[in-house]
């Protein structure tokens, strides 16, 4: 069983920078494609950033490319979400993901929040974008 913990969220004003990090309990980390998801107040949840399972491929939604950068620990099981030029609309609750499947799974429309097989979820952390 893939367990996932996330952390580093937080209140930050519009401008300013926050580091998320998912620390994945998994016995080989680099099977896994890697990504970040955000569910905004009253909307679905959605895509933000995927990297693959070397750290060599990375994707991002328009919506954030430029301002966040998303990397990959092998060593220590982490994959962090490096967030500035934050914008009050990033605000929603971010959820870290490991699928089996790789990357391009994580570009597929989601079709499910709660964990299978294939795809872990963490249980979220609250950003706020806010002055």
């Known amino acids: 069983q893939v367990q996932l913990v996330e952390s580093g969220g937080g209140l930050v004003q519009p401008g300013g920078s926050l580091r998320l990090s998912c620390v994945v309990s998994?016995?080989?980390?680099?099977?896994?494609?890697m990504g970040w998801f955000r569910q905004r107040p009253g909307k679905e949840r959605e895509f933000v950033a995927a990297?693959?399972?070397?750290?060599?491929?990375?994707y991002y939604d328009d919506s954030v490319k430029g301002r966040f950068t998303i990397s990959r620990d092998n060593a220590k099981n982490t994959v962090h979400l490096q967030m500035d030029s934050m914008k009050a609309e990033d605000t929603g609750v971010y959820y870290c993901a490991a699928d089996s499947r790789g990357l391009q799974a994580l570009l597929e429309p989601i079709d499910a929040t709660t964990s299978t097989r294939e795809r872990s979820w963490g249980q979220g952390t609250q950003v706020t974008v806010s002055s």
């Open positions: 990297i693959s399972r070397s750290g060599g491929g990375t």
């Open positions: 998994v016995r080989t980390f680099s099977n896994y494609g």
